[in-house]
Nanobody
Framework: QVQLVESGGGLVQAGGSLRLSCAAS????????MGWFRQAPGKEREFVVA????????RYADSVKGRFTISRDNAKNTVFLQMNSLKPEDTANYYC??????????????????WGQGTQVTVSA
């Protein structure tokens, strides 16, 4: 059974930082591309960032470029999202997801087969 478990969310002031983690189990982690999406109340889920299975190639949404950094540790089956210079508009529930397309940095939710339950990030003004 595949499980993705996010952690690291919380309340932070604008300009602050948070580091999210997503621990995966039940799958061969190094074969999967990994992504982070977010969903704010009343809005659709949106792509944030993705990283391929091996090699480190990434893709970022324009809204987070230069502020967020994705990384992964295949030995620990974990993907990370370092979020700096946070803004109130970053407030959302953040989800990690695993894509069967290991070599792709997909931006579309249907490309991702497995999802975590999410972790809430709240940025106060």
């Amino acid at each position: 059974q595949v499980q993705l478990v996010e952690s690291g969310g919380g309340l932070v002031q604008a300009g602050g930082s948070l580091r999210l983690s997503c621990a995966a189990s039940g799958l061969t982690f190094s074969r999967y591309g990994m992504g982070w999406f977010r969903q704010a109340p009343g809005k659709e889920r949106e792509f944030v960032v993705a990283i391929i299975s091996i090699g480190g190639r990434t893709r970022y949404a324009d809204s987070v470029k230069g502020r967020f950094t994705i990384s992964r540790d295949n030995a620990k089956n974990t993907v990370f999202l370092q979020m700096n210079s946070l803004k109130p508009e970053d407030t959302a529930n953040y989800y990690c997801a695993a894509s069967i397309y290991g070599g792709d940095t997909g931006t579309s939710a249907p490309e991702y087969a497995y999802w975590g339950q999410g972790t809430q990030v709240t940025v106060s003004a």
